[in-house]
C-alpha cells in the first residue's frame, strides 16, 4: 500500500526509528566546540528581531482588509438602445458613473476628478465637465482643457452583452488617448 | 470660648498618619531643601529641573508654548474623553450623536466646541513652539534630537486633528478627509495614481491609500480607523513621543542662555512653576470663552455623491491644497511635505554655525533665520490664498468679491517643455535644459568664492528681467502685471535662493550645502511656480507623460 | 500684577467662565416654553375645578393641576423606528405629546402651546404621531431643540419644514393614490397642472417623462450644493427678492421649484448668452416662462406635488399605499391624438392645444427682425428670446402621415437647428427621439390629430 508513500510516516515501516539511531552518532564525531556566550547571544537577538519583524509585517498586512462592504464594481447599465447621444448622467448618483454614447458607441466614464477625487458636474450647455474642488474643466472626451487635474478622466471597461445591455466594470480603467477608444473601454453600437 | 490655633491644626493634620502617607515630607519651610524636594519628590514635577537660568522664566523668551501645547493637549484628553461617552463611530449614527451633542447633552455643545477650538489652538500653539525654538537656536547641539521628535510631534499633532476632523461625519469631513487621503494615493511607487505605482501593480484597492481608508473610499471603515487612531493609536505615540521630549529638555537642561557669566541659577518651585500654571489657567480661560462664544460648524450630514463647492482641506492642510493647483498631487502633497518634514529635523545637522544658542539673534544667524521665516511665512501665506481668496471652482477670488457671483472659466494651460508646449521634444530640449538650470543654481553659489555685491548683483538681476519683461511686452506676449509678477517671484527667488546662499553659506562642506541647497531650492520652486501659473497660465514646465512625471 | 494675584484671578475667571458655560447650558432654549405650557395646562385645569360642582372631581382636578405644575423639564421625543425619526418637536410643543396632553386637544391658540388640530380626523387618527413621528409630514430637523434649528431655519439643515399646502407633498411621498384621498387636493392638483402644461414632456417622474431637463423623481433632495447661489438672488417671488440669507427658510427646494414657475426660468439662470464669462455662449435656462399660464396659487399647487418627490427618505413598503394606474379615457382617431399630445407633454413646447410654439433661446421664428452684427446687445439679446418652437398647424401642410410619424419618432437634434444669431449659443431644447416610448396606435392617432388641425397649404405644393 505504501510503495509510492515518500514520506512513511514514522511508524509505518519498523526502520523508521532506526535511521535517527543510525545518524546520531555522527554529530559527536565532530570536533566539539563550545557554544560561546556571545554567539549564543546574537542567535537570541536575531530571533528577537526576526520576531519583531515577523509582528510589524503582519501588522501591516493587518491593515488591508481582506473583504469590503462597497458595493460591486460591475453594474449593468440597461439597454443601449435607452440612451441617446450625449452624456447620461443617468447612473452618476448610483455608480458615479457617466455613459456617453458616440454615433458609433458607448462609453463610460468614471465620474471622479483625476486631481483630487472629487465628482465634477456635467455642464451640458457648455459641453464639458468642470470640477468644483480646484476647478478643472474636461472635454466629453475626458481630456483636461483647464485646471489643475494631471491626466485626463478614467474610462471603465464596457461591454454590449448579447441581451443588447451594457456591462460597466469599473475595476478596469484606462485613460491614455489611443487605447482608451477601443476594446474593453468602447462598446460599437451601431445608431439605429 | 477656645481660640482657634490654625498652625497647631494644620501641624496636626500634615503629621496625620493620612497625610503623611499621601504626601511626601513635612510642614513647607519654604528652605531651598523644601523647593528642591517639591520637585525631586512629585511625580508630576519631576521632570523640570530643579533651578534654571533667569532667562528660561522669561516670557518673551519662551512666548510660553511648550507648556500651553501641552496643556491643551490635556484639555484635548480631557474632552475628547468625554465626548467619547456619546459618540459612536459608524455612518447611520456619528452624525447623530454630534447632533444629539449640540441638542439634547448636559454641556455637549460646550465641550465639543472647547474640544474643536483646543484641537485648532494647539496646532498654532505647536508651530509658534516651534519657530521660538528655531529663533532662540535651541535646536543646536546637544538638543539636535530632541528638536527631531518635537518635528515628529507637530506633524502627529497635524495628522490627530486631521483624523478628528472626520468623525463628525458631515459634508466638511467627508470632502477635508477625500482632499487629504487623496494625497496618499499620489504617494510614488506605494500609491496607484503616484509615478511608478502603476508599474509595481499599486491599484485602487490594495495601496497605502487603501489601508488608510480601509477600503477604496472614504466610508464605514475609513471612519472607524479614523476613530482608532484619532482616539487611541495616536494620542498613545504623542504621550510616549512627549515624555521622551520632557525628559531630553531635563537632561540635556534647558536652552536660555546666561545673562551674565557665572550667573545664579532660580529655584523652579516657585518661580518656573507659577509660571506655567498662569499660562495653563490662561489657556482653559480662552478656551472657554470661546468655546461660549462660537459654536463649532457642521454642515449637512456626509454624501459622497454631493462635493461641496468649494472642497477644501482643514485650514492647517490648505496651504498644502493650495500648492495642489501649482503641482501635481504626488509633489505637493507628498514630497513637499516629506521634504518639509525631513528637512526640518535636518536642520540641526546642516546648521554648524555655534552661535545663537539661548537667545534672540538676528544678526549672527541671518541666513538661517531668514529662510526659516520665510519658510513659515510662506506656509501661511498659501494658507491664507488658499483659505480666504479660493471660492466656487476653487477659482480666484478677491476679498470683496462676492462668492455667489460666476466667474469666467479658467485660460486654458500649457506646458513649456511638453507634447503640447513650445518645444515637443521634451526629452531632447527639456530635461538637459532644465537639468543645467537645477545643477548650475546648485553648485553656483559655492563655486563663486569670492562674495558677490548683494545690491550689484540684484540690480543685474532685476535688470535682466526687467528687459525680458520690455521685451515681452513689446512683442504682446505680458501686460504689467505679468512683468510686475515676473519681477517680483523670480526677485525674491534669486535674492533667498541664490544671493543669500552665496553669501552666507559657501563655506559649508559639500554634504551639508548641497543638502542646504536643496532645501532652499524646492522652496523657491514654490514660488517660481505659482508666478508660473498665475501670470502665464503654465501648467509644467516640463512634463514627461509616458512615467507621469510633470514639473 | 503679583503671581499671587494673577494666581486668585485666574481661577476666579475660570470659576466664572465655567458657570457662564453651565449656565448658557441650562438655560436652553426650548425649557421657557415648556415650563409655560405646564403653567397655563395647570391654570387650565385650576379654572376647571374652580367650575366644577362635584367636590371630588374638583380636588382631582386641583391635584392634577399641581402635579401638572411641578412636571420635571425633559426632552421629550417620539421615536418612530420604522421611519428613522426621532422628533423632540413636542419638547416645545407639549400639546402634542400624547404623555404630558393625552387627549392631544387643548384651548390654546398659540404656537407651541396648542395643541395639533384636527386630531379627530380620519388623517391624523391614521397617522397617530406615535408611529409616524413629526417630520414625516412636516419635514424639519427633528433633533434639534431650538426654534430655529428644529423648524430648519439654519444654515445647512437641507429639509426645513414644510409651510402651508406644501405639507400635501408628503402625502405623495406614500399614497400613489394621492390623487383620490382626502387632505392631497392641492398635491392632486399639482400633479393635474404638471401634466396639463406638459412639464412632463421634458421633466421625467421616476424615469417617465421628456428626457431634455432634470428628472423630477427626487427633485426635492437636491442638494443645494448643486444650485448656484446667485441664482437664488435672482429669484422674485410675489415681485420680492428672497430675503438675502443664505438659510433655509428661504433658499430651499422649495422656493427653488417657485422660482421656476412665477418667474422667467430664463431670468433666474440667464447663463451666458454673449461668452462673457467661458470659451463659448451658454443660453439661459432652456425652460418656457409659464408666468402668464399658471397662476401663484397653481404654482404653490405644483410645488406641493414636487415636494413629495423623493429618494433619500427610505419608507419601509408597509408604509405605501399603491394604485393601479390611472384609466385613460376610451377614444379614438383625432380626439385620441388630442389626449396622446397632452399625455406625453408635448404642450410644454408646442404649446397648449398646439396654437403656439413656446421660446426656444436663438432659435429663428417669425416676426423676428434679421441677424445684424452691430445690433446692441439687449437688442440681440430681445430677438433670441423671441426665438420659438415651431407652431405645428402652420408645419403641417407639408407633410405626408408617414412623414409625421417619423419625425415624431426620431426627434431632431440639437445641432440640426437653425440659430438666428450664428454667434449666439446653440438653443438647449431639441426634439427627442419619441420611438419606443409613444406606441405606434398612440402615434398613429396623434399624426391624425396633428394634419386635422394644419393650416391647409393652397399654395400648389
Same mark, same amino acid.
Given at each position: 500500500?505504501?510503495?509510492?508513500?515518500?514520506?512513511?510516516?514514522?511508524?509505518?515501516?519498523?526502520?523508521?526509528?532506526?535511521?535517527?539511531?543510525?545518524?546520531?552518532?555522527?554529530?559527536?564525531?565532530?570536533?566539539?566546540?563550545?557554544?560561546?556566550?556571545?554567539?549564543?547571544?546574537?542567535?537570541?537577538?536575531?530571533?528577537?528581531?526576526?520576531?519583531?519583524?515577523?509582528?510589524?509585517?503582519?501588522?501591516?498586512?493587518?491593515?488591508?482588509?481582506?473583504?469590503?462592504?462597497?458595493?460591486?464594481?460591475?453594474?449593468?447599465?440597461?439597454?443601449?438602445?435607452?440612451?441617446?447621444?450625449?452624456?447620461?448622467?443617468?447612473?452618476?448618483?448610483?455608480?458615479?458613473?457617466?455613459?456617453?454614447?458616440?454615433?458609433?458607441?458607448?462609453?463610460?466614464?468614471?465620474?471622479r476628478?483625476?486631481?483630487?477625487?472629487?465628482?465634477?458636474?456635467?455642464?451640458?450647455?457648455?459641453?464639458?465637465?468642470?470640477?468644483?474642488?480646484?476647478?478643472?474643466?474636461?472635454?466629453?472626451?475626458?481630456?483636461?482643457i483647464?485646471?489643475?487635474?494631471?491626466m485626463?478622466?478614467?474610462?471603465?471597461?464596457?461591454e454590449?452583452?448579447?441581451?443588447?445591455?451594457?456591462?460597466?466594470?469599473k475595476?478596469?480603467?484606462?485613460?491614455?488617448?489611443?487605447?482608451?477608444?477601443?476594446?474593453?473601454?468602447?462598446?460599437?453600437?451601431?445608431?439605429? | 470660648?477656645?481660640?482657634?490655633?490654625?498652625?497647631?491644626?494644620?501641624?496636626?493634620?500634615?503629621?496625620?498618619?493620612?497625610?503623611?502617607?499621601?504626601?511626601?515630607?513635612?510642614?513647607?519651610?519654604?528652605?531651598?531643601r523644601?523647593?528642591?524636594?517639591?520637585?525631586?519628590?512629585?511625580?508630576?514635577?519631576?521632570?523640570?529641573?530643579? &533651578?534654571?537660568?533667569?532667562?528660561?522664566?522669561?516670557?518673551?523668551?519662551?512666548?510660553?508654548?511648550?507648556?500651553?501645547?501641552?496643556?491643551?493637549?490635556?484639555?484635548?484628553?480631557?474632552?475628547?474623553?468625554?465626548?467619547?461617552?456619546?459618540?459612536?463611530?459608524?455612518?447611520?449614527l456619528? $452624525?447623530?450623536?454630534?447632533?444629539?451633542?449640540?441638542?439634547?447633552?448636559?454641556?455637549?455643545?460646550?465641550?465639543?466646541?472647547?474640544?474643536?477650538?483646543?484641537?485648532?489652538?494647539?496646532?498654532?500653539?505647536?508651530?509658534?513652539?516651534?519657530?521660538?525654538?528655531?529663533?532662540?537656536?535651541?535646536?543646536?547641539?546637544?538638543?539636535?534630537?530632541?528638536?527631531?521628535?518635537?518635528?515628529?510631534?507637530?506633524?502627529?499633532?497635524?495628522?490627530?486633528?486631521?483624523?478628528?476632523?472626520?468623525?463628525p461625519?458631515d459634508?466638511?469631513?467627508?470632502?477635508a478627509?477625500?482632499?487629504?487621503?487623496?494625497?496618499?494615493?499620489?504617494?510614488?511607487?506605494?500609491?496607484?495614481?503616484?509615478?511608478?505605482?502603476?508599474?509595481?501593480?499599486?491599484?485602487?484597492?490594495?495601496?497605502?491609500?487603501?489601508?488608510?481608508?480601509?477600503?477604496?473610499?472614504?466610508?464605514?471603515?475609513?471612519?472607524?480607523?479614523?476613530?482608532?487612531?484619532?482616539?487611541v493609536?495616536?494620542?498613545l505615540?504623542?504621550?510616549?513621543?512627549?515624555?521622551?521630549?520632557?525628559?531630553?529638555?531635563?537632561?540635556?537642561?534647558?536652552?536660555?542662555?546666561?545673562?551674565?557669566?557665572?550667573?545664579?541659577?532660580?529655584?523652579v518651585?516657585?518661580?518656573?512653576?507659577?509660571?506655567?500654571?498662569?499660562?495653563?489657567?490662561?489657556?482653559?480661560?480662552?478656551?472657554?470663552?470661546?468655546?461660549?462664544?462660537?459654536?463649532?460648524?457642521?454642515?449637512?450630514?456626509?454624501?459622497?455623491?454631493?462635493?461641496?463647492?468649494?472642497?477644501?482641506?482643514?485650514?492647517?492642510?490648505?496651504?498644502?491644497?493650495?500648492?495642489?493647483?501649482?503641482?501635481?498631487?504626488?509633489?505637493?502633497?507628498?514630497?513637499?511635505?516629506?521634504?518639509?518634514?525631513?528637512?526640518?529635523?535636518?536642520?540641526?545637522?546642516?546648521?554648524?554655525?555655534?552661535?545663537?544658542?539661548?537667545? $534672540?539673534?538676528?544678526?549672527?544667524?541671518?541666513?538661517?533665520?531668514?529662510?526659516?521665516?520665510?519658510?513659515?511665512?510662506?506656509?501661511?501665506?498659501?494658507?491664507?490664498?488658499?483659505?480666504a481668496?479660493?471660492?466656487?471652482?476653487?477659482?480666484?477670488?478677491?476679498?470683496?468679491?462676492?462668492?455667489?457671483?460666476? &466667474?469666467?472659466?479658467?485660460?486654458?494651460?500649457?506646458?513649456?517643455?511638453?507634447?503640447?508646449?513650445?518645444?515637443?521634444?521634451?526629452?531632447?530640449?527639456?530635461?538637459?535644459?532644465?537639468?543645467?538650470?537645477?545643477?548650475?543654481?546648485?553648485?553656483?553659489? &559655492?563655486?563663486?568664492?569670492?562674495?558677490?555685491?548683494?545690491? &550689484?548683483?540684484?540690480?543685474?538681476?532685476?535688470?535682466?528681467?526687467?528687459?525680458?519683461?520690455?521685451?515681452?511686452?513689446?512683442?504682446?506676449?505680458?501686460?504689467p502685471?505679468?512683468g510686475?509678477?515676473?519681477?517680483?517671484?523670480?526677485?525674491?527667488?534669486?535674492?533667498?535662493?541664490?544671493?543669500?546662499?552665496?553669501?552666507?553659506?559657501?563655506?559649508?562642506?559639500?554634504?551639508? $550645502?548641497?543638502?542646504?541647497?536643496?532645501?532652499?531650492?524646492?522652496?523657491?520652486?514654490?514660488?517660481?511656480?505659482?508666478?508660473?501659473?498665475?501670470?502665464?497660465?503654465?501648467?509644467?514646465?516640463?512634463?514627461?507623460?509616458?512615467i507621469?512625471?510633470?514639473? | 500684577?503679583?503671581y499671587?494675584?494673577?494666581?486668585?484671578?485666574?481661577?476666579?475667571?475660570?470659576?466664572?467662565?465655567?458657570?457662564?458655560?453651565?449656565?448658557?447650558?441650562?438655560?436652553?432654549?426650548?425649557?421657557?416654553?415648556?415650563?409655560?405650557?405646564?403653567?397655563?395646562?395647570?391654570?387650565?385645569?385650576?379654572?376647571?375645578?374652580?367650575?366644577?360642582?362635584?367636590?371630588?372631581?374638583?380636588a382631582?382636578?386641583?391635584?392634577?393641576?399641581?402635579?401638572?405644575?411641578?412636571?420635571?423639564?425633559?426632552?421629550?421625543?417620539?421615536?418612530?423606528?420604522?421611519?428613522?425619526?426621532?422628533?423632540?418637536c413636542?419638547?416645545?410643543?407639549?400639546?402634542?405629546?400624547?404623555?404630558t396632553?393625552?387627549?392631544?386637544?387643548?384651548?390654546?391658540?398659540?404656537?407651541?402651546?396648542?395643541?395639533?388640530?384636527?386630531?379627530?380626523?380620519?388623517l391624523?387618527?391614521?397617522?397617530?404621531?406615535?408611529k409616524?413621528?413629526?417630520? =414625516?409630514?412636516?419635514?424639519?430637523?427633528?433633533?434639534?431643540?431650538?426654534?430655529? +434649528?428644529?423648524? +430648519?431655519?439654519?444654515?445647512?439643515?437641507e429639509?426645513?419644514?414644510?409651510?402651508?399646502?406644501?405639507?400635501?407633498?408628503?402625502?405623495?411621498?406614500?399614497?400613489?393614490?394621492?390623487?383620490?384621498?382626502?387632505?392631497?387636493?392641492?398635491?392632486?392638483?399639482g400633479?393635474?397642472?404638471?401634466?396639463?402644461?406638459?412639464?412632463?414632456?421634458?421633466?421625467?417622474?421616476?424615469?417617465?417623462? +421628456?428626457?431634455?431637463?432634470?428628472?423630477?423623481?427626487?427633485?426635492s433632495?437636491?442638494?443645494?450644493?448643486?444650485?448656484?447661489?446667485?441664482?437664488?438672488?435672482?429669484?422674485?417671488?410675489?415681485?420680492?427678492?428672497l430675503?438675502?440669507?443664505?438659510?433655509?427658510?428661504?433658499?430651499?427646494?422649495?422656493?427653488?421649484?417657485?422660482?421656476?414657475?412665477?418667474?422667467d426660468?430664463?431670468?433666474?439662470?440667464?447663463?451666458?448668452?454673449?461668452?462673457?464669462?467661458?470659451?463659448?455662449?451658454?443660453?439661459?435656462?432652456?425652460m418656457?416662462?409659464?408666468?402668464?399660464?399658471?397662476?401663484?396659487?397653481?404654482?404653490?399647487?405644483?410645488?406641493?406635488?414636487?415636494?413629495?418627490?423623493t429618494?433619500?427618505?427610505?419608507?419601509?413598503?408597509?408604509?405605501?399605499?399603491?394604485?393601479?394606474?390611472?384609466k385613460?379615457p376610451?377614444?379614438?382617431?383625432?380626439?385620441?391624438?388630442?389626449?396622446?399630445?397632452?399625455?406625453?407633454?408635448?404642450?410644454?413646447?408646442?404649446?397648449?392645444?398646439?396654437?403656439?410654439?413656446?421660446?426656444?433661446?436663438?432659435?429663428?421664428?417669425?416676426?423676428?427682425?434679421?441677424?445684424?452684427?452691430? #445690433?446692441?446687445?439687449?437688442?440681440?439679446?430681445?430677438?433670441?428670446?423671441?426665438?420659438?418652437?415651431?407652431?405645428?398647424?402652420?408645419l403641417?401642410?407639408?407633410?405626408?402621415?408617414?412623414?409625421?410619424?417619423?419625425?415624431?419618432e426620431?426627434?431632431?437634434?440639437?445641432?440640426?437647428?437653425?440659430?438666428? =444669431?450664428?454667434?449666439?449659443? #446653440?438653443?438647449?431644447?431639441? #426634439?427627442?427621439?419619441?420611438?419606443?416610448?409613444?406606441?405606434k396606435?398612440?402615434?398613429?392617432?396623434?399624426?391624425?390629430?396633428?394634419?386635422?388641425?394644419?393650416?391647409?397649404?393652397?399654395?400648389?405644393?
Open positions: 500500500m505504501s510503495e509510492t508513500n515518500p514520506n512513511p510516516a514514522p511508524d509505518s515501516t519498523p526502520k523508521a526509528p532506526a535511521a535517527p539511531v543510525a545518524a546520531a552518532p555522527a554529530k559527536p564525531a565532530a570536533p566539539a566546540k563550545p557554544i560561546s556566550r556571545g554567539d549564543f547571544l546574537w542567535a537570541g537577538w536575531s530571533m528577537l528581531a526576526a520576531f519583531f519583524a515577523a509582528s510589524a509585517a503582519a501588522g501591516a498586512r493587518f491593515m488591508f482588509p481582506n473583504v469590503i462592504y462597497e458595493p460591486s464594481q460591475k453594474f449593468n447599465a440597461g439597454q443601449a438602445s435607452g440612451y441617446d447621444l450625449g452624456v447620461s448622467t443617468k447612473w452618476l448618483n448610483e455608480q458615479r458613473v457617466w455613459i456617453v454614447r458616440t454615433p458609433s458607441g458607448f462609453y463610460a466614464m468614471w465620474a476628478c483625476t486631481h483630487l477625487g472629487c465628482t465634477p458636474n456635467w455642464w451640458g450647455d457648455q459641453n464639458r465637465f468642470k470640477c468644483p474642488c480646484h476647478g478643472s474643466n474636461y472635454t466629453l472626451d475626458g481630456d483636461v483647464a485646471g489643475p487635474a494631471p485626463p478622466l478614467w474610462r471603465t471597461k464596457v454590449l452583452a448579447p441581451t443588447g445591455d451594457l456591462i460597466v466594470d475595476a478596469v480603467l484606462e485613460n491614455k488617448p489611443g487605447k482608451r477608444e477601443h476594446a474593453p473601454y468602447f462598446a460599437n453600437y451601431a445608431s439605429a | 470660648m477656645p481660640t482657634l490655633d490654625i498652625e497647631k491644626i494644620k501641624k496636626e493634620v500634615v503629621d496625620s498618619q493620612l497625610w503623611r502617607s499621601v504626601f511626601r515630607g513635612g510642614v513647607w519651610k519654604d528652605t531651598p523644601d523647593r528642591a524636594g517639591h520637585i525631586i519628590g512629585n511625580v508630576w514635577l519631576h521632570l523640570h529641573p530643579v &533651578k534654571v537660568r533667569p532667562r528660561a522664566l522669561e516670557w518673551l523668551y519662551t512666548w510660553g508654548m511648550g507648556g500651553i501645547s501641552f496643556a491643551l493637549y490635556l484639555i484635548l484628553t480631557l474632552t475628547g474623553v468625554a465626548l467619547m461617552f456619546y459618540y459612536r463611530p459608524t455612518i447611520g456619528a $452624525y447623530r450623536d454630534i447632533k444629539d451633542l449640540e441638542f439634547a447633552v448636559t454641556l455637549g455643545m460646550f465641550l465639543r466646541n472647547a474640544h474643536r477650538w483646543a484641537a485648532q489652538a494647539m496646532v498654532v500653539a505647536v508651530i509658534a513652539h516651534m519657530v521660538r525654538v528655531f529663533l532662540t537656536g535651541a535646536y543646536k547641539k546637544p538638543r539636535e534630537f530632541n528638536w527631531g521628535i518635537g518635528v515628529l510631534l507637530l506633524t502627529l499633532t497635524l495628522f490627530l486633528s486631521f483624523t478628528g476632523y472626520l468623525l461625519w459634508q466638511l469631513a467627508i470632502w478627509v477625500t482632499v487629504g487621503t487623496n494625497m496618499a494615493g499620489a504617494t510614488p511607487v506605494l500609491g496607484n495614481e503616484g509615478p511608478l505605482g502603476s508599474l509595481v501593480g499599486m491599484r485602487i484597492n490594495n495601496d497605502v491609500r487603501f489601508t488608510l481608508l480601509g477600503g477604496t473610499m472614504v466610508g464605514e471603515n475609513t471612519l472607524l480607523r479614523f476613530y482608532v487612531m484619532h482616539c493609536a495616536v494620542p505615540v504623542v504621550g510616549i513621543l512627549l515624555i521622551l521630549h520632557f525628559w531630553r529638555i531635563r537632561k540635556d537642561s534647558f536652552s536660555a542662555a546666561p545673562y551674565v557669566a557665572n550667573e545664579e541659577k532660580v529655584d518651585w516657585p518661580h518656573l512653576v507659577k509660571r506655567e500654571y498662569i499660562a495653563a489657567a490662561a489657556t482653559v480661560l480662552f478656551i472657554m470663552v470661546w468655546s461660549i462664544l462660537q459654536n463649532a460648524p457642521l454642515e449637512a450630514i456626509a454624501n459622497p455623491n454631493v462635493t461641496t463647492n468649494p472642497s477644501k482641506a482643514p485650514w492647517y492642510f490648505v496651504g498644502l491644497q493650495e500648492l495642489l493647483v501649482y503641482f501635481d498631487p504626488w509633489i505637493a502633497g507628498v514630497v513637499m511635505p516629506g521634504l518639509i518634514i525631513v528637512g526640518l529635523i535636518a536642520i540641526p545637522y546642516i546648521d554648524t554655525n555655534p552661535k545663537g544658542v539661548g537667545y $534672540y539673534a538676528w544678526k549672527e544667524r541671518p541666513f538661517a533665520n531668514t529662510l526659516f521665516m520665510l519658510g513659515v511665512f510662506m506656509w501661511f501665506a498659501l494658507i491664507y490664498i488658499g483659505y481668496l479660493r471660492g466656487p471652482n476653487y477659482a480666484w477670488y478677491w476679498p470683496w468679491e462676492d462668492w455667489l457671483m460666476p &466667474k469666467a472659466a479658467p485660460p486654458p494651460t500649457w506646458s513649456v517643455f511638453g507634447p503640447h508646449g513650445v518645444a515637443a521634444y521634451s526629452m531632447l530640449l527639456g530635461i538637459p535644459l532644465m537639468g543645467a538650470v537645477a545643477a548650475a543654481w546648485m553648485l553656483l553659489p &559655492k563655486l563663486i568664492q569670492k562674495e558677490l555685491d548683494g545690491k &550689484k548683483t540684484m540690480g543685474a538681476f532685476l535688470g535682466a528681467v526687467a528687459l525680458v519683461a520690455a521685451v515681452g511686452m513689446a512683442l504682446g506676449k505680458m501686460g502685471i505679468e510686475a509678477f515676473l519681477l517680483f517671484f523670480t526677485g525674491a527667488s534669486f535674492y533667498y535662493g541664490f544671493v543669500l546662499p552665496q553669501r552666507h553659506i559657501r563655506a559649508l562642506d559639500w554634504p551639508r $550645502y548641497l543638502v542646504t541647497m536643496v532645501l532652499v531650492i524646492s522652496t523657491m520652486s514654490v514660488l517660481l511656480k505659482m508666478c508660473a501659473r498665475l501670470a502665464f497660465n503654465i501648467k509644467y514646465v516640463l512634463t514627461i507623460p509616458s507621469s512625471m510633470n514639473f | 500684577m503679583s499671587r494675584k494673577a494666581f486668585i484671578a485666574s481661577n476666579a475667571l475660570m470659576l466664572a467662565a465655567f458657570v457662564w458655560a453651565f449656565a448658557k447650558d441650562f438655560n436652553a432654549e426650548w425649557k421657557p416654553y415648556q415650563k409655560k405650557y405646564y403653567q397655563m395646562a395647570a391654570d387650565e385645569m385650576d379654572k376647571q375645578a374652580a367650575a366644577e360642582k362635584d367636590g371630588k372631581k374638583a382631582e382636578l386641583k391635584a392634577a393641576a399641581r402635579k401638572m405644575r411641578r412636571s420635571p423639564l425633559e426632552v421629550k421625543q417620539i421615536i418612530s423606528v420604522d421611519l428613522g425619526r426621532y422628533d423632540r413636542v419638547t416645545c410643543h407639549v400639546g402634542m405629546d400624547e404623555y396632553n393625552t387627549t392631544l386637544k387643548n384651548t390654546f391658540t398659540e404656537h407651541p402651546y396648542k395643541a395639533h388640530p384636527k386630531v379627530d380626523t380620519a391624523i387618527k391614521a397617522h397617530p404621531f406615535n409616524f413621528g413629526c417630520t =414625516s409630514c412636516h419635514s424639519g430637523q427633528g433633533l434639534a431643540t431650538t426654534v430655529d +434649528g428644529a423648524h +430648519g431655519w439654519i444654515k445647512h439643515w429639509k426645513p419644514m414644510l409651510k402651508g399646502v406644501t405639507i400635501q407633498g408628503s402625502c405623495v411621498k406614500c399614497h400613489d393614490n394621492f390623487e383620490s384621498i382626502k387632505g392631497a387636493e392641492v398635491a392632486a392638483q400633479k393635474k397642472l404638471f401634466n396639463q402644461h406638459g412639464c412632463q414632456g421634458c421633466h421625467a417622474i421616476n424615469g417617465k417623462g +421628456g428626457v431634455i431637463s432634470v428628472e423630477l423623481g427626487d427633485i433632495d437636491k442638494p443645494f450644493e448643486r444650485i448656484a447661489g446667485y441664482n437664488f438672488k435672482r429669484v422674485r417671488i410675489d415681485g420680492k427678492e430675503p438675502d440669507e443664505h438659510h433655509n427658510s428661504h433658499w430651499n427646494i422649495q422656493n427653488w421649484i417657485r422660482a421656476h414657475l412665477v418667474n426660468p430664463a431670468e433666474v439662470t440667464p447663463n451666458d448668452p454673449f461668452a462673457k464669462l467661458n470659451a463659448e455662449p451658454i443660453p439661459p435656462s432652456g418656457p416662462d409659464f408666468t402668464k399660464e399658471i397662476s401663484k396659487d397653481e404654482a404653490d399647487a405644483i410645488v406641493a406635488y414636487l415636494s413629495g418627490m429618494k433619500e427618505e427610505v419608507i419601509p413598503y408597509r408604509y405605501h399605499v399603491t394604485a393601479p394606474p390611472a385613460e376610451a377614444l379614438t382617431g383625432a380626439a385620441h391624438g388630442k389626449f396622446v399630445y397632452q399625455k406625453y407633454g408635448c404642450q410644454g413646447c408646442h404649446g397648449l392645444d398646439a396654437k403656439q410654439g413656446r421660446r426656444r433661446f436663438n432659435a429663428l421664428a417669425d416676426g423676428q427682425k434679421e441677424y445684424d452684427e452691430k #445690433m446692441p446687445e439687449a437688442e440681440q439679446f430681445a430677438q433670441m428670446m423671441l426665438g420659438a418652437e415651431p407652431t405645428l398647424p402652420k403641417m401642410g407639408t407633410y405626408t402621415h408617414e412623414e409625421l410619424v417619423r419625425k415624431i426620431n426627434g431632431v437634434s440639437a445641432a440640426d437647428a437653425k440659430k438666428w =444669431s450664428p454667434k449666439g449659443p #446653440m438653443p438647449m431644447v431639441y #426634439m427627442p427621439a419619441w420611438k419606443g416610448k409613444i406606441s396606435a398612440e402615434l398613429d392617432d396623434l399624426a391624425t390629430w396633428l394634419l386635422s388641425i394644419g393650416v391647409k397649404d393652397d399654395s400648389g405644393f
